[in-house]
């Protein structure tokens, strides 16, 4: 039907009808995971919004723009058009097919932020999605901002703060109407389960939605669902059950171009080789893509957190030097957050690997060999 509608706005040149259609194209296919999709549907938005000269409209754009980019996976590119487009917006009302396109954005800008690896700004952006959504009095908008905030905060591994946000959204007067959602909220979840270490309980969860997310149109969820889910399987010790996840999320993302989460993919499928095989070979490639993969698409959280990964595998190796000159410099480009999770682990490496470097010089002073262990 919005296809159809598409095609009779084009050829009555109803730019108005048009915007709305491709506004409501934009959310359906991100709640389909075809981000590639996303993209065409705001390039025609831009293309229509041009002709129609309206500042909202045209800052709606670059907002459109900026969500398809970001969960392409290109967050170079995502971020100075978030900025584009609320800097254009100002004030303006954004208010279209029943979603407040600020608060949406709002919530794809935090993910972004932190991805590039501004953890304190994400929980900030995070917050004023809320607060936006409050703001506007529609409680659509507000349990929107409360529910899909909540899966930076699951990246972050802030456990807490993703329970206090569900509680708060069961608490909400208008979630009970809102059924189609509620799968969703019940993913996350079960991800705040197997992060508080009640492991086999948010398996359970996991496993029992997959088919209900699909049914409800909520696929943008899987990948964020697979990530979890293998986490869990891996400490059970169900390595190859957590493989299997893994690989087949990887398929699904190359149909719909879910490229964001990538990183964290093949971070996971190399935990979950490290815990199946001795060697670390194929745990090492996998890494490896792993870093140049967040490297190409800005994503320094993910960077700083395959890299760590990578570096505890050399340093098991004993190639110190190596696991320091992994981490070292992307632990140094970040200028916030260092309370949380990621960082906070990237700096006990760090004083892990200078305590086994003074103990490597002190044992080579006293038998008299090589000053650097291999």
């Not at 954005?105 to 932020?113: D, G």
């Not at 669902?225 to 398929?251: D, Y």
């Amino acid at each position: 039907p919005t296809a159809r509608g598409l095609d009779l706005a084009l050829a009555l040149d109803a730019s108005a009808h048009r915007l709305r259609l491709q506004a409501l194209r934009h959310m359906v296919m991100t709640r389909a995971a075809n981000f590639r999709g996303t993209l065409e549907s705001a390039a025609d938005w831009d293309v229509c919004a041009k002709k129609v000269g309206d500042e909202g409209c045209l800052s709606i754009s670059d907002l459109l723009v900026a969500q398809s980019r970001h969960y392409l996976g290109d967050q170079a590119s995502a971020c100075p058009h978030f900025e584009s487009g609320f800097a254009r917006a100002g004030e303006r009302s954004l208010q279209m097919c029943g979603m407040d396109q600020r608060v949406r954005a709002l919530v794809a800008w935090s993910r972004a932020i932190w991805l590039s690896g501004f953890p304190e700004r994400a929980v900030n952006v995070a917050r004023e999605s809320v607060a936006s959504a409050e703001r506007s009095g529609k409680p659509l908008n507000t349990c929107f901002a409360l529910l899909f905030t909540i899966p930076m905060h699951l990246w972050r591994r802030d456990w807490s703060c993703a329970q206090a946000l569900l509680d708060q959204l069961a608490e909400h007067t208008h979630w009970r109407a809102l059924e189609p959602f509620h799968a969703t909220a019940d993913a996350m979840q079960g991800a705040v389960n197997i992060g508080r270490g009640e492991i086999q309980a948010g398996i359970d969860v996991l496993l029992g939605l997959r088919g209900r997310m699909g049914d409800e149109c909520l696929n943008f969820m899987g990948t964020s669902i697979a990530c979890f889910l293998a986490e869990g399987l891996i400490a059970m010790g169900r390595t190859a059950e957590a493989a299997g996840t893994l690989r087949s999320a990887r398929q699904a993302n190359l149909r719909g171009g879910d490229a964001a989460q990538l990183p964290e993919l093949l971070r996971l499928e190399a935990l979950a080789q490290v815990e199946e095989s001795a060697s670390g070979g194929q745990a090492i490639r996998l890494l490896r893509r792993s870093c140049d993969l967040a490297r190409q698409q800005g994503a320094m959280s993910w960077l700083l957190r395959s890299a760590t990964a990578l570096a505890r595998v050399h340093m098991l190796q004993g190639d110190l030097a190596l696991a320091q000159g992994l981490v070292e410099p992307i632990y140094g480009r970040f200028t916030e957050g260092f309370e949380s999770h990621d960082l906070e682990a990237a700096r006990q490496l760090l004083r892990e690997l200078d305590l086994e470097h003074r103990a490597t010089r002190r044992s080579a002073r006293d038998t008299g060999g090589p000053s650097q262990r291999r």
